[in-house]
């Protein structure tokens, strides 16, 4: 008999995980409360496709970051969504960043990233003549995708395997039944045999509205906002520029996007609820972080730009907290898949997270 799924969320996780579950052979509807899909998370990032070099070998992230990066040329190939493999420098800028490069090297072999090579102040300046690097490594594998074309593409694979996106259907509660779930969006009531929150920032809200969802296991959230500022005029780059990592960030880097338009960001900007205005002011700090790998940078051609939201989760002991996917062999609640904390490198790890979900609801 045909199992039926209900997805909550179209972004783009949400969507890879209906691709993947109708790919299967499952009847997949996704709910999707905005207008179109996409339109949250999704639609504010810096649209890079990550190698998997900075994540903790034992995260679930950065398993999921290297073979959704794979899936995701593959995809984007078969499938014509705009893409490009451009590479990206990450560059040390002192003698303990220099050292902090090197173990970030041997933490990315050990993660499996291809092709990777530290380079000297020399070497760098060949890639990019306008950056200041004491040392830099340069990772081939990493690129940019055109998020919006890679939505369509999903939306457009779920059509065709007969599923269906609910938009302006927001999804209030669900119980479950002796079949699966009944899920409540308004006065509409809907049946299904498999669960999926794929909510981003509301996944939390969402999950206390789960009757079957022990509230013990839903993890805390934070907000972590990212602040961009576009450059105006030709970039003087053609790689992805990247400083060493901050906390909770990757450090304000320099995005290239698929129409060669330059952006700095994302920074790092904690906060208590969603806003996506971009303050100005913050100017000033954008120039300073940027200068310490291109001094020549002219801060008045910096304006601001868009923001976007890190639904982050808190960490128990310090460290970055890992994508949290908890499925029936975890909690015990057949059909039912819980996703928090899907923040970077979410885009590049969508189809392997959906296949990771797919399975584990399948699989029990
Ligand atoms: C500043 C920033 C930079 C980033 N840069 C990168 C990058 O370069 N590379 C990368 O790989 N990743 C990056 N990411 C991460 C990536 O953007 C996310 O991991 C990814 O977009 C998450 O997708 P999602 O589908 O989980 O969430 P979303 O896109 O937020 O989708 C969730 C959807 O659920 C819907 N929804 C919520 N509640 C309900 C409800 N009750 N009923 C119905 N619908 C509901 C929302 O309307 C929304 O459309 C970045 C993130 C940020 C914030």
């Known amino acids: 008999?045909?199992?039926?799924?209900?997805?909550?969320?179209?972004?783009?996780?949400?969507?890879?995980?209906?691709?993947?579950?109708?790919?299967?052979?499952?009847?997949?509807?996704?709910?999707?409360?905005?207008?179109?899909?996409?339109?949250?998370?999704?639609?504010?990032?810096?649209?890079?496709?990550?190698?998997?070099?900075?994540?903790?070998?034992?995260?679930?992230?950065t398993r999921l970051c290297v073979e959704g990066r794979r899936k995701?040329?593959?995809?984007?190939?078969?499938?014509?969504?705009?893409?490009?493999?451009?590479?990206?420098?990450?560059?040390?800028?002192?003698?303990?960043?220099?050292?902090?490069?090197?173990?970030?090297h041997t933490r990315a072999l050990g993660n499996g990233v291809e092709g990777l090579q530290l380079i000297d102040t020399h070497q760098a300046r060949q890639f990019e003549p306008e950056l200041t690097a004491e040392a830099a490594l340069f990772s081939p594998e990493s690129g940019i995708v055109d998020a919006a074309g890679l939505v369509l593409a999903l939306q457009g694979e779920i059509e065709d395997l007969g599923g269906v996106i609910a938009f302006r259907t927001e999804v209030d509660h669900a119980e479950a039944t002796s079949q699966?779930?009944?899920?409540?969006?308004?006065?509409?009531?809907?049946?299904?045999?498999?669960?999926?929150?794929?909510?981003?920032?509301?996944?939390?809200?969402?999950?206390?509205?789960?009757?079957?969802?022990?509230?013990?296991?839903?993890?805390?959230q934070v907000l972590a906002k990212g602040n961009y500022f576009s450059w105006q005029g030709k970039s003087p780059f053609r790689h992805l520029i990247y400083p060493m990592p901050v906390?909770?960030?990757?450090?304000?880097?320099?995005?290239?996007?698929?129409?060669?338009g330059l952006r700095f960001g994302p920074d790092v900007e904690w906060i208590d609820a969603p806003n996506y205005q971009v303050d100005p002011n913050r100017r000033d700090a954008?120039?300073?972080?940027?200068?310490?790998?291109?001094?020549?940078?002219?801060?008045?051609?910096?304006?601001?730009?868009?923001?976007?939201?890190?639904?982050?989760?808190?960490?128990?002991?310090?460290?970055?907290?890992?994508?949290?996917?908890?499925?029936?062999?975890?909690?015990?609640?057949?059909?039912?898949?819980?996703?928090?904390g899907i923040e970077s490198p979410g885009l590049t790890s969508s189809l392997a997270i959906g296949d990771n979900v797919a399975r584990g609801l399948l699989d029990t």
């Open 247 to 260: 906390r909770g960030g990757l450090g304000v880097h320099a995005t290239l996007d698929l129409g060669g």
């Open 180 to 220: 699966g779930f009944r899920v409540a969006c308004g006065d509409d009531v809907l049946e299904v045999d498999l669960l999926v929150n794929s909510a981003g920032l509301s996944a939390q809200k969402l999950a206390h509205q789960v009757a079957a969802y022990p509230e013990t296991r839903i993890p805390e």
């Open 1 to 61: 008999m045909t199992r039926q799924a209900a997805i909550v969320g179209a972004g783009v996780v949400g969507l890879a995980i209906a691709a993947a579950l109708a790919r299967r052979g499952v009847e997949v509807i996704v709910l999707e409360k905005a207008d179109r899909p996409g339109s949250e998370t999704t639609a504010r990032n810096s649209g890079v496709i990550h190698a998997g070099i900075y994540g903790a070998p034992d995260h679930l992230k």
């Open 286 to 340: 954008f120039a300073d972080a940027i200068r310490t790998w291109w001094p020549a940078l002219d801060a008045e051609r910096l304006s601001p730009d868009f923001a976007g939201v890190r639904p982050k989760l808190k960490p128990t002991d310090g460290s970055v907290a890992d994508f949290l996917i908890d499925l029936p062999a975890h909690h015990g609640v057949a059909g039912l898949a819980m996703l928090f």
């Open 72 to 104: 995701l040329y593959a995809y984007c190939t078969e499938r014509k969504v705009d893409h490009a493999k451009i590479g990206k420098l990450i560059v040390a800028t002192s003698e303990d960043e220099v050292a902090a490069l090197h173990a970030l």
